[in-house]
Every structure is written in C-alpha cells, then in structure tokens.
C-alpha cells in the first residue's frame, strides 16, 4: 500500500499535469473551427481580410496544438508510472478508449496538420479548405473519446469484473455512458466559448491601441456574435449538468454547495471549511437562493449538508466550493459581457466603447479559467474515488519511494512552469507583431497606414 504521502503526491502531480494539458485544447479545438471559418470565407467571396485573420490565428493555434499534444503524452505514461494499480483494473476499457483516440483523431490530425500549417499559397484554397475542416473533425473526434473515458470515470456502466479488472460487456453502454450525454454538450461548448473569448479579447487590444481596426473589427465581431448565441445555451446545459451529477454524485452537491449541515437553505458566497470538526468556521451567505437554485421556489428547503456523506467518502470542502464557483461566476462574468456586447452592437457603439474594449483585453483567460474550475470541481467532487464507488484513489496509486515521487513533481512542475512561461511570451510577442499586411498575391495591396490605423 502506497503512504499518504505518496498517494497525496501523485494527486497533485495529475492535477497539475491536467490542468496544464487541458488549458490548450481548451483554445485550439474552438481555434481550429475558427481558423476554418475564416478560410473558407475567404475561398468563397476572395476577401483577402479573411485570410488575414486566418494567418494571423494560425500562428497561435499551431503553437498550442504542439504544447497540447505532448502535455497530453505525459498523462498517458502518468498512467502507467503513478498509477500503475489504476492501469491495471481499467485498462481493458480505458486503454481501448485512448487507443481509439490516437487510431483516429490523432492519425486524421497528423494528416493534415502540415497542410493546415504550411500549404497556405502552396496548394490549391479549396485543398487547403477542406485539409482545415479535417483538423476541426480531429479535434472534435479527440474531445469526443476523452470525454467518454472520463465520463465512464464519474458513472461506470456496461462492464464485468473479473478478477480485479474491469472488462466491458456492453461497449455502446461504455463509450455513450449517462454522464456522457450531459457532460459532452457541456465541455464542448465550453471549449468553443473558451476560445471566443481569447479571440475576442485580444481583437479588443488592438482597437485599444487603435491598430489593425479593421482585423480587429471583423474578429470582435465574430467572436461577440458567437458568444451572443453560445452562451445563454451553456447556462443552461451547465445547470443541466450539475442537477444530473449532483444526482448520480451526491457528496459532490454536497461539497460544492459547502454545507455540512442540511439546515441552510442559502447559497454560499464564501466558506472557510474545517473538515476535521465537520463545521464551517466562516460562511457568507445569501438567504434562500439555495433553495431556489434547487428548485423550490418558496425559498424555505434545505440545502443537502457534507455530514450526510460517511466520513470516509468525503470530497474536500475546499476544491470542489471554489473550483464550482471560480466556474459559476466566471460564466456569470461572460454572459453579462455578451449581453453588453449585443446592447452596444444595437446602438451601434460596439467599436468605439473604450472600457467595454478593456474589459475584453482583462476577460481574455475568461473561458480557460472557468474550464479549469469546473475539472477541479469534477475531479476532486468525485473523490475519493478515482472510479466512482468501484476504486478509490488511495488503491489506484503505484508502490512508488517518496523521493521519486517528489522529484517527478518537482520535475514536472518546473518543465511545465518554463513551458507556460514560453507559451504566453510568443502570443504577447505574436500579438505585439500583430497580422501581415495584406500581400498582392490575395488581393490589393494594403499600407500601414491602412492596416494599423484605420
């Protein structure tokens, strides 16, 4: 049996190593039907504004797909490192379910990623089209079986055990478990937000400093016109969401909402746990939304409290509150900046609003931050269980020494820290460059003027 130590080590570094993996797709798979898009505009009507923004956005959706690739390679030797009793008992499903998402998004995106990457002038526009909408399948296709081994994670169905592994008996059950149907819409529109908003806010900057307007007039646009659709939509399915795992995962409502006891039927702004006394120490709170939120709307029914749960299968209070907020009101932040996005695009202001343009510029990380809330919310709302109520985390670790364990968290932690540090200098030096001007081979020439002060 591992120690604690060890066990708490390994969590850590998972945590770590995930959330650093999912801050990039989270903007490429919305960037590459973005980038396909804009080029296939640009093929039908020939405006050589598209093909800026697509070449522009290239750049930056190119780098991240790298970093995106190889965090994700990491947790896959994670796998079999730390979490080798893991691997173990559900590597005859999981270990189908990644392998499929190598044989086809992996395959169909190593395909055409060069054509997407460098074919722009060098092969035919509608081969360089179609090449764009095959990244944008791949990506798709990636989200797609990740999100189903993960669902199967939160609700196991359609398997047998046998003999400590988990076999499965109904593979359609598996790949399309319950959670999968609630959690799928959800991420996918998250991702899609995710890189909205990125867009939108760094299209925001350069109508700050008033360069590249019409770029960025064209690119904020777009990316307040989709978030003006998506993310109404989102609320609804997130809330959706959390009503399905709340039911399947009580212990995770139960945490997220921070109540111990079920004799409170506010909603909790704010929490300062004591999970060894059972009580919170500190908790700010808004008479009756709880209820309400919960569907009662008398406003008179309790919240369901921790102390409900035993105490051996308890979430942390702490993970799962914030992580739940840190998604909630962030969404709230978004949908309020869309609506005023729509109010300044009816009259007719919405490119010459000043604080609403800073306001973008600081809401860029918005969608990466509300993703990574709700995975901590997600995976630490499910412990301790790493596969809900069949493995708990504590069995699943492997017989590691302390030293290596922390080395390879320090390891880890310090490639990871220079890795991040890279990504986000070359978009601020990517942006700082801002797009080509437009060349003679794509339609009339453009002066700087034209380009970086209209």
């Known amino acids: 049996m591992p120690t604690p130590a060890v066990v708490e080590i390994s969590r850590w570094q998972f945590a770590i190593t995930a959330v650093f993996h999912m801050s990039f797709p989270a903007l490429t798979v919305g960037l590459s039907l973005f980038l396909s898009v804009m080029y296939t505009v640009y093929v039908r009507t020939e405006n050589p504004l598209y093909l800026q923004i697509f070449r522009f956005w290239k750049k930056i959706f190119a780098v991240g797909f790298g970093l995106g690739v190889v965090a994700g390679t990491v947790m896959t030797f994670e796998f079999g490192l730390n979490w080798g009793s893991y691997a173990h008992a559900v ?22 990623i060069g054509i997407l990457l460098y074919g722009d002038g060098r092969v035919r526009p509608r081969t360089m089209a179609f090449a764009c909408w095959m990244i944008v399948v791949g990506t798709l296709l990636s989200t797609t079986w990740i999100l189903s081994a993960n669902s199967w ?45 990125f867009i939108g806010g760094i299209a925001a900057w350069y109508l700050v400093k008033q360069r590249a307007l019409p770029f960025a007039r064209r690119t904020l646009s777009i990316a307040l016109g989709v978030l003006a659709i998506l993310m109404p939509v989102q609320l609804y399915v997130g809330d959706a969401t959390a009503a399905f795992m709340g039911a399947h995962q009580p212990a995770k409502l139960q945490a997220f909402e921070g109540n111990w006891k079920t004799d409170n039927n506010g909603y909790n702004l704010l929490v300062v746990p004591n999970t060894d006394k059972g009580e919170n120490e500190l908790h700010v709170e808004i008479p009756h939304l709880g209820a309400v939120i919960g569907k009662d709307l008398t406003g008179k029914a309790n919240v369901p409290g921790l102390l409900q749960t035993p105490k051996d299968d308890r979430p942390n209070m702490w993970s799962a509150f914030y992580g739940f907020r840190a998604m909630y009101f962030t969404a709230l932040a978004m949908f309020a900046m869309a609506f005023a996005g729509v109010v300044l695009r009816l009259r007719g202001r919405l490119y010459t609003a000043r604080r609403f343009h800073r306001l973008m510029v600081w809401m860029a990380p918005a969608g990466v931050i509300a993703i990574s809330g709700g995975w901590i919310t997600a995976e630490t709302g499910r412990q301790p269980w790493v596969v809900y109520g069949l493995i708990r985390t504590s069995d699943a670790v492997s017989h590691l020494s302390l030293g290596a364990a922390i080395a390879s968290l320090i390891g880890f932690v310090g490639v990871y820290a220079l890795l991040l540090g890279l990504w986000i200098r070359y978009i601020v030096r990517t942006v700082r460059t801002g797009p080509e001007y437009l060349v003679a081979d794509v339609g009339p020439i453009v002066n700087r003027s034209e380009v970086n002060h209209a």
């Not at 999981?94 to 395959?107: D, P, Q, R």
């Not at 055990?161 to 598996?174: L, N, R």
Request: charged share 10%.
């Open 153 to 197: 994670m939160q609700d196991p169905v359609g398997f047998t055990e046998v003999k400590g592994q988990f076999w499965a008996s109904d593979w359609w059950h598996v790949l399309f478990n319950p959670a999968f149907s609630y959690r799928y819409p959800h991420i996918l529109l998250a991702v899609l937000i995710s890189a909205c908003w």
């Open 91 to 112: 590597g005859p499903i999981l270990g189908v379910t990644i392998g499929m998402e190598v044989i086809t998004a992996f395959f169909l995106e190593a395909g055409f």
